[in-house]
């Protein structure tokens, strides 16, 4: 069973950035065959789409909501994808959660992710 880990989140001020990191805990070789996104949620709401990269390393998607303030990347030689957040806005505010599915598509929807990590808050003060 694949592990994922989230960290970096934390308070900031809007306007700032914060840098996230998730860390698989399989060797290289297998996380090379991920596609990972990146997720978030606030209560009471679904768990939206964020940012993903395949594992062939085509583009990067994005939501619009972030795209220009929001870069998503992955070292596979240590199993590890990040989320470079820059331009934060009081409404980025949630869990974020990474995420990987196997031979998986760029498509943007929580089913198409197969690993999940436990999140981790990000909270941009205003």
């Known amino acids: 069973q694949e592990q994922l880990v989230e960290s970096g989140g934390g308070l900031v001020q809007a306007g700032g950035s914060l840098r996230l990191s998730c860390i698989a805990s399989?060797?290289?070789?297998?996380?090379?065959?991920?596609?990972m996104g990146w997720f978030r949620q606030v209560p009471g709401k679904e768990r939206e789409f964020v940012a993903a990269?395949?594992?062939?390393?085509?583009?990067?998607s994005y939501a619009d909501s972030v795209k220009d303030r929001f870069t998503i990347s992955r070292d596979n030689a240590k199993s590890t994808a990040y989320l470079q957040m820059n331009s934060l806005k009081p409404e980025d505010t949630a869990v974020y959660y990474c995420?990987?599915?196997?031979?998986?598509?760029?498509?943007?929807?929580?089913?198409?992710?197969?690993?999940w990590g436990p999140g981790t808050q990000v909270t941009v003060s205003s």
């Open positions: 990269v395949s594992f062939i390393g085509n583009s990067p």
């Open positions: 995420a990987a599915a196997p031979f998986g598509d760029l498509i943007p929807i929580v089913t198409n992710y197969r690993y």
């Open positions: 399989t060797n290289s070789v297998i996380f090379r065959s991920y596609t």
